[in-house]
């Protein structure tokens, strides 16, 4: 087990109609809030409505920027900027899913940087302050809301980078399950691979005999094989979307990460999928992890994919290395139960960058992966294993 | 699956040497520490010599209270405040387990209390401040290093009551497993029930689909199953003091309770036994558990147990209602394997107080456990049961 340090300081909202205590939860923070926006389903759904409702209730002056979409962008969050800045913002308020969260982040620290904003991103840079920050969760997925992580994408130079600092961590985050009800299946399924696959990044590891995480990360996993489906087939059963929810945040919130080395291989991978063609980040996921899996297996690692078969896929009375191949395929036979493609060619990507892609993780991390490290050629062999 | 506000505040910096960031971590709260400390084994192994070379590092000045015993008392509460009170203690630090955390609660907040400290813990009354406090923690038992609770005795009214604020959790605590190594093994293994009760007390629930909360709890009792027995019998290992040190915290930060109605008649009745016999909580407990056990399984229980004997023991092919009394054989076998008493007499208590006992209880609580809830009868049954 390694050391680590870890605090999990955003307070947490569980529950139908947690939206009452917002303003409360607010104000300690200040009295002009920036609500930041995805396309327009809260308003569409009334989600949008409680919020200023409860706003107003508490006196609290609020304004709005709305549209980020998916894969947030950089031109995005410096319009927020703009925004924030006019009006001397307190507080930002994400109300959605992680697009709409991580770009909350950069603005929140954005807001003091005077130079070129994606340096941080580039450069993995401290930052010395940031806008508080709260979410109002909408779709379960990236665990966004209960860590400090943001992911960017900057379109101008397709590049798609994560950043991460404590001081980015929501201060409250409001998880009302009955928020994600109207979820289409398919952002319900994507939500379910990404939580999975953040999971899985954490779970392989070099790391040895850290029971709690390890054990934990098992926890999680047999509640979204168990309810994801539930979910994905009856969008409005509370049991079902509560659980997912809740595994989202607890997925990446730290907590199964904490003493271990962590992998995160596949996201880096899908990262450059997804800032070269804008596919959903749970759908490159879903068609990635079972190829890197494959990839991954070898006699040095194969005790790993035969525990995860046994704890996870209660695999029982097979050889270690018959449980590990099964373990795999169960994976894909989960996602695939989701109706998630399996191919890169299912959502309309060649091998035209695969190379190229492959080439920009090399020169900017030389390496990836540290449960499996990949080299270029073994990160271009998982991609055209994924064609 | 209930709707629950949660937050996890406490800085955690756990493993080995984390002392290093002892200085730095309480630097922002202030420059004035008073040191709280149990009957001198912090000073024998060395670890007080290591906070105070830190501190001094650091520039801080620190003052000293030592003594405080298991069990922890009101009268070293009120010489601890008097103490902070008269050299205007900025920050108090916690160095030892969960009775000195537990004591440095109640001075961090008894500091600021005019009246009668025990009337907080007789009438559950809300605190408007705190010092801020941090836990240098030797004794993996009672989680008091990542929750706002407080357990003290007063020994003149034989009361042993509970206080909980989120305004006592503490700010830092330092998880150094190697200062769990000269922990003898009684200790260790009231240590160890301790916990294992702690997540029973919250396992067993009326709630409903509670999945994340349920199945973490079972990933922390078989990371308590596996490697309790082994820090019981190889004290330096590190691998087992890692693991039961981060299960002890996570089986009381509110994770596993998160969501659930939970029961808590086991940790109540053990209060007064303590109360009354000044025994170890985790003896106490680890006679009790069991019994508690064989009472509340019933008809509209069963369900319960056997989810609990299969997903824990990996109890399989039997029926429901054997699984259930299996899981009950297989819990006091793990508790007799850590060589703890299984009866009140084994620790030289007679059917004297029984009857007194469940009377308090029931005029304190009326009833208590949410569970399987008792009636005074109840617990004085389950009192005789144990004998």
Redesign the interface.
């Given at each position: 087990?390694?050391?680590?340090?870890?605090?999990?300081?955003?307070?947490?909202?569980?529950?139908?109609?947690?939206i009452e205590?917002l303003g409360k939860a607010i104000r300690p923070y200040g009295n002009k809030v920036l609500i930041v926006t995805g396309k327009g389903s809260v308003k569409k759904y009334g989600i949008f409505d409680s919020v200023v409702d409860y706003l107003n209730k508490d006196g609290i002056k609020w304004f709005e920027y709305s549209g980020i979409c998916p894969n947030p962008r950089l031109s995005s969050v410096t319009e927020g900027i703009k925004i924030a800045r006019e009006n001397n913002i307190d507080f930002i308020l994400a109300l959605g899913g992680g697009s709409v969260i991580d770009a909350v982040k950069a603005m929140a620290f954005g807001i003091y940087v005077e130079g070129d904003l994606w340096d941080y991103y580039l450069e993995d840079r401290r930052i010395e302050k940031a806008l508080p920050i709260g979410t109002v969760l909408t779709l379960s997925a990236t665990g966004s809301e209960m860590n400090g992580g943001s992911v960017i994408t900057n379109e101008d130079k397709k590049q798609k980078y994560p950043f991460f600092s404590y001081k980015l961590t929501p201060k409250i985050s409001i998880l009302d399950p009955t928020y994600t009800f109207t979820v289409p299946p398919d952002q319900t399924a994507y939500g379910i691979a990404d939580i999975f696959s953040h999971i899985l990044e954490q779970y392989f590891s070099p790391t040895?005999?850290?029971?709690?995480p390890d054990?934990?990360a098992?926890?999680?996993m047999?509640?979204v094989i168990?309810?994801g489906p539930i979910a994905y087939k009856e969008p409005k059963n509370?049991?079902a979307r509560?659980?997912i929810m809740?595994?989202s945040s607890?997925a990446l919130n730290g907590?199964i990460g904490?003493?271990k080395i962590t992998d995160w291989a596949t996201h880096l991978m899908e990262h450059e999928l997804s800032a070269y063609y804008d596919i959903p980040h749970g759908e490159g996921l879903a068609i990635l992890q079972p190829y890197w899996m494959e990839f991954a297996l070898d006699e040095e690692t194969i005790n790993s994919f035969d525990t995860y078969g046994r704890n996870v896929w209660d695999i029982n009375g097979m050889s270690d290395e018959k449980t590990a191949r099964e373990s795999i395929v169960r994976t894909r036979e989960f996602l695939d139960s989701l109706d998630l493609p399996s191919h890169l060619q299912d959502v309309g990507i060649d091998d035209k960058y695969l190379k190229e892609m492959a080439e920009n993780l090399e020169k900017r991390f030389n390496t990836i992966g540290r449960f499996k490290i990949l080299k270029r050629d073994d990160i271009e062999k998982i991609y055209r294993m994924a064609l």
């Amino acid at each position: 087990m390694e050391n680590f340090i870890l605090q999990l300081p955003t307070r947490i909202y569980f529950g139908k109609n947690q939206i009452e205590n917002l303003g409360k939860a607010i104000r300690p923070y200040g009295n002009k809030v920036l609500i930041v926006t995805g396309k327009g389903s809260v308003k569409k759904y009334g989600i949008f409505d409680s919020v200023v409702d409860y706003l107003n209730k508490d006196g609290i002056k609020w304004f709005e920027y709305s549209g980020i979409c998916p894969n947030p962008r950089l031109s995005s969050v410096t319009e927020g900027i703009k925004i924030a800045r006019e009006n001397n913002i307190d507080f930002i308020l994400a109300l959605g899913g992680g697009s709409v969260i991580d770009a909350v982040k950069a603005m929140a620290f954005g807001i003091y940087v005077e130079g070129d904003l994606w340096d941080y991103y580039l450069e993995d840079r401290r930052i010395e302050k940031a806008l508080p920050i709260g979410t109002v969760l909408t779709l379960s997925a990236t665990g966004s809301e209960m860590n400090g992580g943001s992911v960017i994408t900057n379109e101008d130079k397709k590049q798609k980078y994560p950043f991460f600092s404590y001081k980015l961590t929501p201060k409250i985050s409001i998880l009302d399950p009955t928020y994600t009800f109207t979820v289409p299946p398919d952002q319900t399924a994507y939500g379910i691979a990404d939580i999975f696959s953040h999971i899985l990044e954490q779970y392989f590891s070099p790391t040895c005999g850290a029971w709690v995480p390890d054990r934990i990360a098992e926890a999680l996993m047999k509640t979204v094989i168990h309810w994801g489906p539930i979910a994905y087939k009856e969008p409005k059963n509370y049991i079902a979307r509560a659980n997912i929810m809740w595994a989202s945040s607890m997925a990446l919130n730290g907590i199964i990460g904490a003493g271990k080395i962590t992998d995160w291989a596949t996201h880096l991978m899908e990262h450059e999928l997804s800032a070269y063609y804008d596919i959903p980040h749970g759908e490159g996921l879903a068609i990635l992890q079972p190829y890197w899996m494959e990839f991954a297996l070898d006699e040095e690692t194969i005790n790993s994919f035969d525990t995860y078969g046994r704890n996870v896929w209660d695999i029982n009375g097979m050889s270690d290395e018959k449980t590990a191949r099964e373990s795999i395929v169960r994976t894909r036979e989960f996602l695939d139960s989701l109706d998630l493609p399996s191919h890169l060619q299912d959502v309309g990507i060649d091998d035209k960058y695969l190379k190229e892609m492959a080439e920009n993780l090399e020169k900017r991390f030389n390496t990836i992966g540290r449960f499996k490290i990949l080299k270029r050629d073994d990160i271009e062999k998982i991609y055209r294993m994924a064609l």
